[in-house]
């Protein structure tokens, strides 16, 4: 893991992985590969070799023999490909017919839509809803074919946390399929009860080694990673989790969630087995009373627990009820803004919180802070915008805040004016903000700069902008004309754009000419009215219609001029 750092992100789940089943089943392996003689009948290892003195688990064993019994039942059977999920490759217990026509799992397909996905894993098509409709006749067909081979199957929904151990991708479900499925295992191992974790570590180098030298050992680093690696810590930590909280007094509740906080970021395995009832709820209490106390440290650690949380648990996101939302909104304007904006930036990645931060009257507080002078909170709020965006019901309610005057100086600022334009694109699907875009002052010369300026992606988002203005009404062509000189921009990147820059900036400059013809047209049409009543109205005094002659001349003159000017 050390020599694969962060350069491969794939080899690095698959070593998690490794290792985890490692201090799962030490004890096992290492009994397997030091003695062939398995005294099965008692459930325990004898062990002849007199370095290693790891005392076996029997609990565990047991449950291992007992999958050993299992696995011989289905050594020679290889069941039907359809009576398998497509996501976990196992039989199914409770198959479900999804928008695509595919069966799956329910628990596994629930999980892929909880991590805000709206695919089908396996055609990869979009879905066009999320429901999930029991298929009947697939069950009975697995039932039967079950009940013949004397093959029980467990409810997966009880091992959904154990079982869900690469969870932290973007991709969780996916990548669990692609790095886990495609090892063949001799057998089955899905649905091993998961034991404690009560395996032997020491310091000397002689001991607790499998095979060709691969050590259990845990690696040197600060107390707190060293304290929390220790597999009896974990499965404590793991036991209690924060049930107690409430019962303790209130310095004994602050270390507490210390201590969670630490053994979250040196085991990121230990949040699957975290849910509502045991973690969120106690904590939101602990964040309650630490909010009412004015207790700023505790605040600080309680959202920092949190943050952990969410950070590495997508799919717990789930359990954050409207106390939470509401807590984190009231938060936002205080000592801890710093820590909220980091959790509201990770649940704004998930398109299922949009509807629950826009309730809780979070993007008033958010827009609020854009007025800051942190440069800090201000690039955390325009990335949080720029997801929230993607919502049209929260574009409506940002537009009614007349927000787009806010972002007009941050358009100017490379770091944050690839997400702001984006944010500005959003919008332009309201017919409010679109009018409060035409209205700001330096708002379309901020946008045409990026053209020039920009990356092909701000580019597009600039150009978009701007069609969307200028093909609702003719001032608002005539606007980007009068405000910025955009042509020189627009031809460079009709040659020189992405493919789809090329084509906006094609049809831009086609507005823009059409509404430069329409003005010449109806300059001139002025003119000839003027030529024709001048005509009409010739005085017989020569003197006289020289004069008024000489008028209109000056005043064509100065339009011409004008437009010139223009």
């Not at 309680?302 to 648990?313: D, I, K, N, W």
């Amino acid at each position: 893991m050390e020599k694969v750092a962060d350069t491969d992100i794939q080899k690095k789940k698959i070593l998690k992985y490794l290792l985890y089943l490692l201090r799962k089943y030490g004890q096992l392996i290492i009994g397997e590969q030091t003695d062939k003689t398995v005294d099965r009948n008692e459930g325990a290892f004898m062990v002849n070799n007199p370095s290693n003195d790891i005392v076996p688990d029997v609990a565990s064993h047991k449950e291992y023999k007992q999958h050993d019994v299992e696995a011989d039942k289905l050594s020679g059977l290889i069941p039907p490909e359809e009576f398998k999920c497509p996501i976990s490759l196992r039989l199914m217990y409770d198959p479900v017919v999804i928008a695509s026509g595919q069966t799956y799992e329910r628990v596994w397909i629930q999980k892929w839509f909880d991590d805000g996905n709206d695919t089908c894993p396996k055609s990869e098509t979009k879905l066009a809803h999320l429901s999930l409709t029991p298929n009947t006749v697939m069950k009975d067909l697995i039932s039967k074919w079950c009940a013949k081979y004397g093959i029980t199957i467990q409810d997966p929904s009880s091992q959904l946390d154990e079982l869900q151990l690469l969870e932290n991708s973007s991709t969780s479900v996916a990548s669990f399929g692609s790095s886990i499925y495609d090892m063949r295992f001799p057998v089955d191992i899905s649905n091993v009860s998961l034991g404690s974790l009560d395996t032997s570590y020491t310091s000397d180098g002689s001991r607790n080694k499998i095979g060709d030298g691969l050590s259990l050992k845990p690696e040197r680093g600060s107390d707190d990673l060293r304290q929390y690696q220790n597999p009896r810590n974990a499965s404590k930590m793991n036991l209690e989790s924060l049930c107690r909280l409430p019962e303790l007094d209130w310095e004994s509740q602050y270390e507490m969630v210390e201590d969670m906080k630490n053994h979250l970021k040196c085991d990121e395995l230990a949040c699957m087995s975290l849910s509502s009832k045991n973690f969120i709820e106690p904590l939101i209490e602990f964040l309650s009373s630490a909010l009412d106390m004015h207790n700023i440290r505790a605040q600080r650690a309680g959202f920092q627990l949190l943050l952990t949380y969410v950070s590495q648990h997508r799919s717990g996101i789930r359990y954050l009820n409207e106390d939470a939302y509401s807590l984190l909104s009231s938060s936002l304007d205080s000592e801890v803004t710093k820590e909220v904006l980091d959790i509201i930036e990770v649940l704004s990645g998930n398109s299922g919180c949009w509807s629950k931060i826009a309730a809780s009257g979070a993007l008033v507080s958010i827009l609020n802070i854009l007025n800051s002078k942190i440069t800090a909170f201000q690039e955390r709020v325009i990335k949080i915008l720029h997801n929230l965006s993607s919502s049209h019901d929260i574009c409506s309610n940002l537009a009614s805040f007349e927000c787009i005057p806010k972002f007009v100086p941050f358009l100017e600022d490379a770091s944050l004016a690839r997400h702001c334009i984006v944010v500005l694109r959003n919008l332009c699907n309201n017919q409010e903000a679109r009018a409060s875009i035409s209205q700001t002052p330096g708002c379309i010369t901020s946008i045409a700069m990026l053209i020039e300026t920009g990356t092909h992606e701000d580019q597009e988002h600039a150009l978009a902008i701007l069609l969307a203005l200028c093909s609702q009404r003719v001032e608002y062509c005539q606007l980007v004309m009068d405000e910025c000189d955009i042509f020189p921009a627009l031809f460079d990147v009709s040659v020189n754009g992405s493919d789809k820059g090329k084509a906006s900036a094609m049809e831009l400059l086609r507005l823009l000419r059409d509404t430069n013809h329409a003005d010449d047209e109806q300059e001139h049409l002025q003119y000839d009215n003027v030529i024709s009543e001048d005509a009409n109205n010739y005085p017989k005094d020569k003197k006289s219609h020289k004069s008024l002659f000489g008028v209109k001349l000056s005043v064509f003159s100065r339009s011409s001029a004008q437009k010139k000017k223009k």
